[in-house]
């Protein structure tokens, strides 16, 4: 049963992604919004957990279950809409993402590889993430992704493929021991490096985020302070005309305190509390499953006013 589900996750993938090539843009929001619909009850476990973190998050604002659900939904419906534009991006020629993906702030960018010691960019599973590695491929930076592979090898190679075929290179997470030479490797070649850094599940640094000590993973913050990379801050988030924007940040420098484990601690925190201004910004285009299963959050401070309506402040920027 395990090979039977990953085959044909894999099968529905392929006919999925062939199938985009000939959607439409006019049939795009219908589509992802009806494939949204059907995963948002299949996947009801997921949406169950959405709604879970969501309430102890912000019970203060959505009071009602009405609320809750109805914001879930949203923030279902955002990265449905997401994941359809990358398969859809994956048959555009370079030109046409650069114009489907706007970019600001590259100035940062271009700054930070003069370097010469690669740019480690910092992001979440927040509104179209997938495509920051297409867009900046499409521009002809040099982009590496670290990400966690399913454990179903063919699966795995599938999914490396389509990087491949966007201009992504792609490092496995695992074993850590591999990645961390694949990371070093691609920074001493002056690489771009994503690092999603929103999964607070098994690290060993405890942060402050979204009211709740959580434990974040110390590798953003290592990398950072032992190899001498910039770290930028990079957000694909949908703005009110329905475009996305990828946002980079200036550089954010590492704390440097007395001795490394402080300076990790320190640099961690630092790295988390521009997560969480971000998120605070866009809501509805955060996943809100970032947290461990058995703990709740407890109620946080108040997001910012008229963060919650179902455009979410979209026209701001990240600004670190």
């Known amino acids: 049963m395990y090979v039977l589900r990953y085959r044909m996750g894999e099968y529905a993938l392929r006919g999925f992604i062939a199938a985009t090539r000939w959607l439409p843009n006019r049939l795009l929001i219908p589509v992802s919004t009806l494939w949204a619909w059907m995963t948002h009850r299949l996947l009801w476990k997921y949406r169950t957990r959405m709604e879970e973190n969501v309430s102890a998050a912000l019970g203060d604002q959505l009071i009602t279950q009405r609320e809750r659900k109805a914001f879930v939904w949203r923030a279902w419906k955002n990265f449905a809409r997401g994941v359809l534009e990358t398969t859809v991006v994956m048959h555009s020629p370079r030109e046409k993402i650069i114009q489907t993906v706007h970019l600001q702030g590259e100035e940062h960018l271009?700054?930070?590889?003069?370097?010469?010691?690669?740019?480690?960019?910092?992001?979440?599973?927040?509104?179209?993430?997938?495509?920051?590695?297409?867009?900046?491929?499409?521009?002809?930076?040099?982009?590496?992704?670290?990400?966690?592979?399913?454990?179903?090898?063919?699966?795995?190679?599938?999914?490396?493929?389509?990087r491949t075929q966007l201009g992504m290179h792609t490092i496995s997470a695992k074993p850590r021991?591999?990645?961390?030479?694949?990371?070093?490797?691609?920074?001493?070649?002056?690489?771009?490096?994503?690092?999603?850094?929103?999964?607070?599940?098994?690290?060993?640094?405890?942060?402050d985020f979204l009211g709740q000590q959580l434990p974040a993973p110390r590798g953003p913050a290592t990398l950072a302070l032992r190899t001498s990379a910039v770290t930028l801050p990079m957000f694909a988030t949908r703005q009110p005309d329905g475009s996305v924007m990828l946002a980079i940040g200036p550089a954010i420098e590492p704390i440097q305190k007395?001795?490394?484990?402080?300076?990790?601690?320190?640099?961690?925190?630092?790295?988390?509390?521009?997560?969480?201004?971000?998120?605070?910004?866009?809501?509805?285009?955060?996943?809100?499953?970032?947290?461990?299963?058995?703990?709740?959050?407890?109620?946080?401070?108040?997001?910012?006013?008229?963060?919650?309506?179902?455009?979410?402040?979209?026209?701001?920027?990240?600004?670190?």
Do not use: C
């Not at 694949?182 to 771009?192: F, P, Q, S, T």
């Open 110 to 162: 271009q700054h930070a590889l003069r370097y010469g010691k690669g740019v480690l960019a910092l992001s979440a599973h927040l509104g179209t993430f997938t495509l920051i590695g297409a867009r900046l491929a499409a521009s002809g930076y040099h982009f590496s992704v670290v990400v966690k592979h399913p454990g179903d090898e063919q699966f795995a190679r599938l999914i490396t493929k389509y």
């Open 177 to 207: 021991r591999d990645a961390v030479r694949g990371i070093l490797k691609a920074l001493r070649e002056n690489r771009i490096v994503l690092v999603i850094a929103d999964e607070f599940k098994s690290g060993d640094v405890m942060v």
């Open 258 to 320: 007395n001795d490394l484990e402080a300076s990790i601690a320190a640099t961690t925190a630092l790295y988390t509390r521009h997560l969480e201004d971000v998120i605070r910004r866009y809501p509805d285009q955060w996943n809100w499953l970032g947290f461990p299963r058995k703990e709740r959050i407890p109620r946080a401070k108040r997001l910012n006013s008229g963060a919650l309506t179902s455009h979410t402040n979209a026209g701001q920027q990240p600004s670190p």
